[in-house]
Every structure is written in C-alpha cells, then in structure tokens.
C-alpha cells in the first residue's frame, strides 16, 4: 500500500460507520418488531419470584395488564419504580419480569423500594425477553384479556408516557372487554 | 413579536454564515485581500444576531410567553425565575440555539485574539467556523425552530421543565459541555486551514494549542458538572453509568486529551504532523457524533432528547459533508511520508505516543460499545445493550497502564533520554511510591489490592511530578525564585496531572470503599453506618415554588456529638404530577454522607431509607476541577503573550508605514 493510498483509511473507515448511522435511522431502537404487535404473548415455563411455583402464559393472562420488565442493575428502573406503584394503587394489575437478575437482590429491591407487582416472573436466563424481542430494560407490554400484546413501550413509564401514550390504549382495552 | 424578531435574527444569522463561510474562502483562493479581511467583521455579526435571536428565546421564556411550543412545553408560570432562564436550554429547540450561540462566540474570540495570524490562515480558519455554523443554523431553523409558535390554541399554562432538570447544576451544566464541544471546532477549523495552506508546521500547532487547551478544559468542568448532578440529583448515589448521552460528551474528552498531548510535539518537535491533524479532525467529529447520537433517537437512552427522524437524517448528511470533506481533503493534502527528524526509544516523544496511543484506543473502545447495540440492530442480530460491566473491564486497565508512563513523561527529555538517567532522577520517587502503596492501605482495616494499586499509581504520578519540580527549583537563589521562575504551561502541566492522580484516586476509593445501606426506618429509628448514627427523626410535610414534597429529618451522630441535620425529600411536582427524589448530602473531604427516601412502607410511617457513606468520592471532581484549572493555565503562558505583543507592534508599524503612504 502507497503511502498516499494509507491517508484514506480514516476516510474508508468514516464511510462504513456513515453507513450503519444511515441504516441505524430508519431503525427505532424503541420499536417492537411489528411480527409481535397483535400477537399473542409468547408460552413461557418459568418460576415465580415470590414462592417459586412454576408460572405458565395461562397463569398470568386472562385480565388485561401491563407487564413491566425490569432488574435491579437497571438505573431506568428506580425512576420508573414510584410511578408503577402509583398505578398499581389506581387499580391497574403489572406483571413483573425480573429480567436477567439475582434473585435475592430482587427480593430485596421489592421489599425496600416497595412492591407494585401482582407477581414476578423469574427470567433469569432471559429466555423470555428473548420471545418478547427486549431491547432493555425497562419495557412495558400492554396485554389484552384475550392475552395479545397490544402495545410495547420501551424506556421509562412517568405521567406524562400514561397519559399521553398507554392510558388511552389502557381504556380501549379493558372498555372492549368489558362490552 | 419578540419571537418573530428572534425568528428574523437568527435567519440573518444564517445569511452571515453563508457569507462568512464563502467571501474570506473565495479571497483566500483570489489572495484577494479586501474579501479576506472581511472575515472578523462577519464572524462580529455572526456573534451578535444569534445574540439577539438567543435574548428572544429567553424573554419569551421569562415572559411566560406561552404561545411559543418550547415555551408551553418546557415551562410553567410557577417555575422560579432562574429555571425558566435555564429552561430555555433544556430542550432540544433552545439548547440547539445555545449550541449555535457558543460556536458565534468561538468563531468571534478567534477573530478578536488572532492579530497575529496571518490574514490567509485567519480567513481559512473563520471560513471553516463559518460552515460549521452554517449547519447549525439551518438545522435550527428547518428542523428545529425554537419560536414556532402554537397559534390558536395557547395553553393557559405550560407543561412545566423536567423536574430532574430543575436544579442549579445543571443551569451550568450544557453552556460548560457546549464550550467544550464547540470549542473542538476551533482546533478542526485550524487544521483544515492547514490542510488547505498546504502547511502542517509548528507555528500551526502553536495557534492550536491555547484553543485545544481551553476547550478541553471547559468539556472537563462539563463532564464533572454532569457527573456531580447525576449524584446528587437522581438520588442513588451513582456518579457514571457509561450511558449513551456521557459516552457522547466523554468521546470527545477522550480524543482531545490526546490532541492536546500530540500538538505539543507537533509543536515543540515538529513531529506527529498527519496523526496530529487527524486527531483534530477525530476530536470534533466525535462531538457531531454525539450530537446525532443525543438528538436523533437511533440509540435509547435516559436523557435523549425527544427525537425526530428528519433531524437524524439533516445532521447525519451534515455530519457526512464536514467529516467526509475533511477526511478526504487529509488523504488529499496530508504529508505521507514521514518526517525526517527522528527520535529514539527513550525520550518524551515516545511516552507521549503512548499517551496518544491510550487515549485513541480508550475512545475507540467507548465508541465501539456506545454503537454495538446500533451495528448489531443494522446487521440484523437482534437488539442488544452494553453495559458497564464492558466499559469498566476496558477502560480499567487502560488507565492503569497509561499512570505508569505518566509519571516519567513530564521529567523525561525530547529526542533521546536514558535509562541510567531515569534510574538516577526517579529511584527515590520509586522506593516512596511503594512505600505508600504498601503502608498507606493499612490504616482502613482489611487491605484492599485495587486500593493499594490506585493509591501506588497516585503517589508514583505525584512524587515523580515532586521530584521534577525540584530539579527545575533547586538551581534557583532561592525556592520562591525558582517557582516564580516556572512557565504558567509548566503549572498547568502540574496541577492537571496532580488532578488527574486525584480523580482516580476518588475513582477507586470510592468505588471499592463505599457503603451502601437500604433499609426501612420509622421515626426514632438509629442506624448506624461507618461510625455515623443516623437518628430518623421525623418526617413533615414542605411547600416549595412548584411542587410539594416529604421531607425526612435526620441527625448524624459521631461518637455521641450531633455532626449535622440532613433532610432529604421526596417530591411531587405540581405541574407534571412526576415523583423526584431529593437527597440530602452532608460533603466532606475524606467522605460524603447520603440520605435518601425511598417510598413510605407499611402503614406506620415507615419509609425505605437509602443510607450511603461514600469516602473520597470529592476528589473525583476536585481532581477534575484540577485538570480544567491546569488546561487554563496553559493559556496564560508567556510565548502567546509574546506573539501577541508581536504582532500588535507589527499592526502598529504597518499603521505607521501605511500613513507615511
């Protein structure tokens, strides 16, 4: 290689990078992969946090709800943590996935910070995560009664995120199964 | 009306920059000298019409002028005062503004400091600051208008600023970040000026060098500043998560401390041209990197501006023009074959290589990991995080193996040193070094070895820097002379090292010392942590400006004596109805005390309460105060006066000359 030919690397190496920012616009890292929207949450065999009995996708679906992935090495968890016990105090049943965790730091999480969850779900080798298509966590699935993902958020629940986003989902959900 | 005129402001803004980026280029072909002069002049109003558009954007928001969108969406008529003026860069629309308004004040403190550089190169320079403004300003303006205005419909009252945002670190934090962001840009535009002169010399380096050092200065108080807020302010207790948006601001920090170490001996011994060069060029486009990283929503993060993908797409095509132009024009222009002066093994050119070497992998492993979950999404391999498990298992020990070269840099020659001689100048400075790294762990109980290697690493940098002080004091009639006889870039040196040895000190102690304690407590309930009683003693109800809040109250016992009170909070704001946590800090040189709320437990007034001691962890961002105070120092030094001086004599004679005409 010349010694003017070695200069363009730099250039050759911007171009390739240039290249993955170009195709990494028109992905959102927030996105479901749409093949999961409307589709009914995946079958899974997994323990549950609490009691360790083995939970099934028959045992927490059934009522709509939101299921909240979440681990304690997450920084985005503890912000969202208050907001999920407020909505959990509104009446509005969370499934925990304790996602690639230890399970005794998770205990403890829930005993200090508080406990919004109808149950945990133990993913601990993020089997289910995998099925879901997470990203990171936290994320939020909206569930309907029939047991289909309706809607994925991904990243921190706060009031504004409810109001604007999932309350109105929340409310055509549980108003369809109602009628 | 004040909006649309700030609207106005900022489109003649555009106009100048356009100006300012063709007229001095187009002299500078022309060698004509009427064109080329024009440039300070433009880079003036550049300065002054962003001004006004920026003063516009802040009295609507002082105004409570809720018909502006930012304004709605980022404030509140309750906000105190000084949060509505911070507000106006807590969003992405004003922040952008901010950024623009810093690159005019850049692009204008060149033209104002530069009287000695020649009329070609400052016309170059000012041109290549005029483009970047260029892009700024119509990503402003087409994507991102700060005075859009929500006509009909004004809300009665905004949604309130981001309540994490309300706080007096971060008023400072982005204007201090921007400075060293933008700041990089001047370095670039000096490199592409000399890319295009066709001349890489040491006079090139020497007008970079006070611009590079007071950049990197500013994007370290920024970093720190940053940091600091996270500690105090999310509430438990962390001070760096390796999050996307740091990594954005750390890149660059990364890249330009070893831009300002290879301009030394680009400048002192005119080596290193090319590298040089394309460290500047690397430095300023990892800063529009971290722009389009923060602003354009391609990764997650927790403090990412809400995204929008036409302002991805205007900054990436932008971010492709400036680096893509420039690193073709590096190809086209850089010297290839290198340069005839040589230097042997031992000598300072070396261990600033190595520095070099450290500090362009370090950015490149942060890059790598910043962007891994992007490429794997890119290539179809699912979605994926990196964490900082990656980043700490990387940039660990590459900090560990720079200290050691560290240390023997300062007092090393140029051009050939020898081992004998560093045997002789640093066998003293060694035999202390490890005697502090053996004895000083000893007096905390159990002996921690990532203590002992932090402290040996510190005091092998500090008395190695001792031992040089002396040998440059010791000559002098007296001590006070000899100090007083030292360079202000000498002392810049001194102190950021000293910083340096300081911050990674905190860095380690901190880390392997901290305790943390999660626990429920009642009013009257005692904890005690380190040696520290905390007494809970009540909770009560507080009022602020825009929000209400629990307030904990504690007392902390040493021995028996109260130390202090601490109240943390827990707080609703009214505005957006969002829960923040508040933790109360009592700071101290050897250790900080942490208190912070969790949510009420049980019925009888129990609360999880967060109890943190955290010893050195001050010395982290004094150690960083340190290194900014040393990269200011630098400025100080007398050959930048002289030139100075110089050339104003010679604008005098010129005067002079011009008159007898």
């Keep these: ?115 919004p969850y109808v149950l945990n779900i133990v993913d601990r080798e993020g089997t289910l995560g995998l099925d879901l298509g997470v990203y990171g966590a936290p994320e939020t699935y909206l569930v309907d009664a029939a047991g289909v993902i309706r809607y994925r958020h991904v990243g921190v629940i706060d009031e504004r995120v409810w109001r604007s986003t999932l309350e109105p989902l929340w409310r055509e959900i549980t108003a369809g199964g109602e009628s | 009306m004040i909006p649309e005129f700030g609207h106005f402001a900022l489109i003649i803004a555009l106009c100048l920059a356009v100006l300012l980026t063709l007229v001095p280029l187009w002299g500078a072909w022309r060698r004509d000298i009427n064109a080329m002069a024009l440039a300070p002049g433009l880079a003036m109003g550049l300065l002054v019409f962003t001004g006004i558009s920026f003063v516009c954007l ?75 403004a260029v892009g700024f300003l119509s990503f402003s303006l087409f994507t991102s208008n700060p005075f859009a205005r929500l006509l009909p419909g004004t809300p009665a009252d905004g949604q309130d600023l981001n309540p ?74 962390g001070w760096w998560f390796w999050d996307p948006v740091e990594n954005a601001s750390f890149m660059p920090w990364l890249a330009g401390t070893a831009l300002l170490h290879s301009l030394a001996v680009t400048e002192k011994r005119g080596l290193f041209k090319s590298w040089t060069v394309l460290l500047a060029i690397f430095t300023f486009s990892l800063s529009l990197l971290g722009t389009f990283l923060v602003r354009s929503g391609v990764l997650t993060s927790v403090h990412a501006f809400a995204t929008d993908p036409a302002r991805g797409l205007f900054i990436l095509v932008f971010l492709g023009i400036v680096v893509g132009g420039s690193l073709t024009l590096y190809a086209l222009r850089a010297p290839a074959v290198s340069s005839r002066v040589g230097f042997g093994w031992l000598s300072r050119e070396s261990l600033l290589l190595v520095n070099n070497v450290v500090f362009t992998v370090a950015t490149l492993t942060v890059l790598f990991g910043t962007l891994f979950p992007l490429l794997m999404d890119a290539l179809g391999q699912g979605k994926y995080s990196v964490g900082p498990p990656y980043f700490n298992a990387v940039f660990v020990p590459l900090m560990a193996l720079l200290m050691p070269f560290m240390g023997v840099g300062p007092l090393s020659r140029w051009k050939q040193d020898s081992v004998r001689r560093w045997r002789r100048e640093l066998l003293v400075p060694a035999i202390a070094t490890l ?24 005091a092998w940098l500090l008395l190695a820097l001792l031992r040089d002080l002396w040998n440059r004091v010791k000559n002098a009639s007296s001590p006070v002379a000899g100090l007083r006889r030292l360079a202000p870039s000498y002392w810049g040196m001194l102190v950021a090292h000293l910083g340096f040895a300081a911050a990674v000190l905190g860095v380690v102690l901190t880390s392997q010392f901290a305790i943390e304690r999660d626990i429920k407590m009642s009013p009257g309930d005692r904890e005690t942590l380190a040696g520290y009683e905390f007494r809970f003693l009540e909770v009560g109800g507080v009022r602020g ?99 100075r001086r110089a050339a104003r004599e010679r604008l005098r004679e010129e005067a002079a000359h011009g008159a007898q005409a």
Aim: charged share 20%.
């Design chain 1, 1 to 115: 290689m010349g010694p003017r030919l070695k200069l363009f690397l730099p250039l050759l190496l911007f171009v390739v990078l240039a290249g993955f920012l170009f195709r990494g616009l028109s992905l959102d890292p927030r996105e479901l992969p749409s093949a999961l929207i409307d589709k009914p949450f995946p079958a899974f065999h997994l323990a549950s946090l609490e009691d360790g009995r083995e939970l099934t996708r028959e045992s927490v679906t059934g009522r709509a709800a939101l299921f909240n992935v979440w681990a304690t090495w997450c920084i985005s968890c503890r912000v969202e943590h208050p907001y999920l016990e407020q909505l959990a105090d509104e009446g509005i049943p969370i499934y925990g996935v304790n996602y690639k965790d230890n399970d005794e730091a998770a205990r403890r999480w829930l005993a200090d910070l508080g406990d």
């Design chain 2, 58 to 132: 802040a009295a609507a928001f002082l105004q409570d002028d809720f018909s502006v969108e930012v304004v709605a969406n980022n404030s509140n008529s309750l906000l105190p005062a000084m949060y509505k003026f911070s507000a106006v860069w807590g969003n992405h629309e004003g922040s952008l503004l901010l950024w623009v308004l810093i690159l005019a004040g850049w692009t204008a403190a060149v033209a104002v400091f530069s009287p000695q550089l020649p009329l070609l190169m400052l016309s170059r320079v000012l041109s290549m600051m005029g483009f970047v």
């Design chain 2, 164 to 237: 994490l945002l309300q706080d007096p670190g971060l008023i400072i934090h982005p204007p201090l970040l921007y400075m060293g962001y933008v700041g990089f840009s001047v370095a670039f535009a000096f490199a592409i000026a000399a890319l295009l002169g066709g001349r890489l010399d040491a006079a090139w380096a020497r007008w970079s060098r006070p611009w590079t050092n007071v950049a990197w200065a500013f994007l370290t108080l920024g970093i720190m500043l940053g940091s600091w807020w996270a500690y105090y302010e999310l509430g438990w207790g």
């Design chain 2, 435 to 458: 005697a502090c790294g053996v004895t000083l762990p000893l007096l905390h109980g159990d002996y921690n070895i990532w203590a002992a290697l932090a402290i040996l690493l510190a």
């Design chain 2, 545 to 643: 400006p825009n929000y209400v809040a629990d307030e904990a109250r504690f007392a902390v016992y040493r021995d028996g004596r109260e130390l202090v009170r601490l109240a943390p909070q827990k707080r609703r704001y009214l505005a957006s109805g969002d829960i923040m946590t508040e933790a109360a800090i009592d700071a101290g040189f050897f250790r900080d005390l942490f208190v912070a709320m969790g949510e009420p437990v049980g019925e009888e007034g129990a609360w999880a309460i967060r109890l943190h001691y955290k010893p050195f962890v001050r010395w982290m961002w004094a150690g960083a105060v340190l290194m900014a105070i040393g990269g200011f120092l630098t400025v100080a030094d007398r050959r930048y006066r002289r030139q």
